[in-house]
């Protein structure tokens, strides 16, 4: 139908966290301030703020499944969003790192 945009798909803060220790081939991608990154977030992620995301989609890499993180999920997914129609896959974390349980940086 016209009109629709395609489904973002998610993954919760557990899934991602498995992954992560599985080295599974994920990319994560914080698109919070560097302010907000800088108060934490998850040890492998990278930070591109969601302002910047459209001149710098030349660093993501394409070849894996790129995790979109903010605070609550709201940015994140409008990244997801963006990248998809970019032809990236992509899934949004569910909550952000406010559901994140896992370590730290």
Known sequence: MF???PRIAQIS???LEEQLKQLASVY???VRTPAEFKQGHIPQAKL???AE???RLHEIPQERT???VCHSGSRSRVAASWLQQAGYEVKNLVGGMLRWR???C
């Open 66 to 68: 790129v995790i979109t």
């Open 53 to 55: 995301l459209g001149s």
């Open 13 to 15: 803060a557990a899934e």
């Open 28 to 30: 994560v991608l914080d």
């Open 3 to 5: 009109g629709l945009k």
């Open 102 to 104: 896992g370590p730290v």
């Open 48 to 50: 591109v703020p969601l």
